[in-house]
């Protein structure tokens, strides 16, 4: 169970049987560079993307966030703390064979934009691995390991107690498990390890950056693929929208959001056209659009102006709107109207609405939740053979039509049919 604080302080609790971290790590020096928490049972081709673009494009720490990221609260990856690792390449990629990694959009997205090449190495060779297996093993015992709601690292793992039972209990939250990480990233990167004559890999690096004899050679991507990093862009066809007579301005929608600027809001020319929408998974207040009909470019659109200093990613809006209306329809479940307008509103309207063949259905549910909502000191003292005194049909009816009905132990009136 973990608990994602909202941007006005609410918390809403989702229900995960399991979630990923995804870390990509230079091995020469074994430094991690990025890293990114992935809130899904199974890891997809958007997280693969959002891992490799966090060791490319650095994070901009703000106070308002959302988005799974780490590094969003404090420095955390070399590129934010070296202003020459920003939009730095790499030549070649090693990943695994998982299926999220050998994804077509990860491998046509990653070949295109960053042009390096990819090595998936054989099936189940994890020594072909060893540098990142090694990290991720060494993160996860210092780290979520420690945690009371783990697993531990396997059945008999003596750190096991009741994992499922802490974690409703304790309330794990999103922020909590995003600074224990970025502890662990930040230490692991400043250790001094023997592979590296005990120094640093943040340290070997600066060294390298700064030794203009070393063999760190800089290859930045192109100025245009790091202001506008396609590996987490999306593209959708949408259709504009609006109504003049109601004097609704022309927009587009994406997702819950509705998306406009200047140029299209002040254009009801553009009503059913359809624009060309690239927006970016890991920020979902970027969008820019172009018309397909026409191929008019309309630049930047603007989310919603109560959405517009809050980022938040796409994966993160779509587990906020999903579970923040599961527990919408709870609350709503759990609220009886009938408790607001007293029992005696519920009987009079019960018995005066529908015809002669209703009434006596409608005056017995209501006679039921007025008798659950009654006080046992109020209650007759039903007959002794167990059977309520009742009221004939020859016998004229009570106010506003209700049949008259003595209580007794079950609730339940019994009366004489024609």
Same mark, same amino acid.
């Given at each position: 169970m973990i608990s994602i604080t909202n941007p006005y302080g609410g918390e809403i609790k989702v229900p995960l049987p399991r979630w990923y971290i995804g870390v990509i790590v230079e091995e020469r020096y074994e430094l991690i560079i990025g890293a990114v928490l992935a809130l899904e049972i199974n890891p997809s081709a958007d997280s693969v993307l959002e891992t490799i673009e966090s060791a490319i494009i650095p994070l901009v720490a703000g106070s308002k966030s959302c988005a799974l990221a780490i590094g969003l609260g404090r420095k955390v990856f070399p590129n934010q703390m070296f202003e020459q690792l920003a939009g730095q390449g790499f030549s070649i990629l090693r990943m695994d064979n998982g299926w999220s990694n050998v994804a077509f959009d990860v491998i046509d997205n990653v070949v295109d934009t960053i042009g390096c090449a990819i090595h998936l190495g054989p099936?189940?060779?994890?020594? *072909?691995?060893?540098?990142?297996?090694?990290?991720?093993? +060494?993160?996860? &015992?210092? *780290?979520? #390991?420690?945690?009371? %709601?783990?697993?531990g690292s396997g059945p008999l793992d003596s750190r096991k107690n009741n994992p499922e039972q802490n974690a409703v209990a304790f309330e794990l939250k999103l922020s909590d498990i995003t600074s224990a990480l970025e502890h662990q990233i930040l230490l692991h990167n400043s250790s001094p390890t023997g592979a590296l004559m005990m120094c640093s890999p943040m340290d070997a690096l600066a060294a390298a950056?700064?030794?203009?004899?070393?063999?760190?050679?800089?290859?930045?991507?192109?100025?245009?693929?790091?202001?506008?990093?396609?590996?987490?862009?999306?593209?959708?066809?949408?259709?504009?929208?609006?109504? &003049?007579? /109601?004097?609704?301005?022309?927009?587009? /929608?994406?997702?819950?959001?509705?998306?406009?600027?200047? &140029?299209?809001?002040?254009?009801?020319?553009?009503?059913?056209?359809? =624009? /060309?929408?690239?927006?970016?998974?890991?920020?979902?207040?970027?969008?820019?659009?172009? %018309?397909?009909?026409? *191929?008019?470019?309309?630049?930047? =659109?603007?989310?919603?102006?109560?959405?517009?200093?809050?980022?938040? @990613?796409?994966?993160?809006?779509?587990?906020l709107n999903r579970e923040g209306a599961n527990h919408r329809r709870k609350a709503r479940r759990e609220m009886h109207s009938d408790e607001w307008a007293g029992p005696a509103a519920a009987v009079i309207e019960a018995c005066t609405e529908g015809n002669k063949a209703n009434v006596?259905?409608?005056? =017995?549910?209501?006679?039921?939740?007025?008798? /659950?909502?009654?006080?046992?000191?109020?209650? %007759?003292?039903?007959?002794?053979?167990?059977?309520?005194?009742? +009221?004939?049909? @020859?016998?004229?009816? #009570?106010?506003g039509g209700a049949t008259q009905s003595g209580p007794v132990r079950n609730f339940v009136c019994r009366g004489r049919g024609s």
């Open positions: 099936v189940k060779a994890w020594w *072909g691995r060893d540098t990142i297996e090694r990290v991720f093993g +060494q993160t996860t &015992r210092s *780290g979520l #390991q420690r945690s009371p %709601c783990t697993y950056i700064d030794n203009h004899g070393s063999t760190f050679i800089p290859s930045p991507l192109p100025v245009t693929t790091q202001e506008l990093p396609l590996l987490m862009y999306h593209t959708d066809i949408v259709t504009v929208r609006g109504n &003049r007579n /109601k004097g609704e301005r022309p927009y587009v /929608k994406l997702g819950p959001w509705r998306y406009t600027n200047e &140029r299209v809001s002040s254009d009801f020319s553009l009503l059913g056209l359809h =624009l /060309k929408i690239y927006s970016s998974l890991r920020d979902a207040r970027v969008a820019y659009a172009s %018309c397909v009909e026409t *191929g008019e470019v309309f630049g930047k =659109l603007l989310p919603p102006n109560r959405w517009q200093e809050v980022e938040i @990613s796409w994966s993160v809006r779509g587990i006596r259905k409608k005056a =017995l549910a209501a006679a039921n939740a007025t008798a /659950k909502q009654t006080p046992q000191e109020n209650v %007759c003292e039903h007959e002794p053979n167990g059977i309520s005194p009742v +009221q004939s049909e @020859s016998e004229p009816a #009570q106010q």
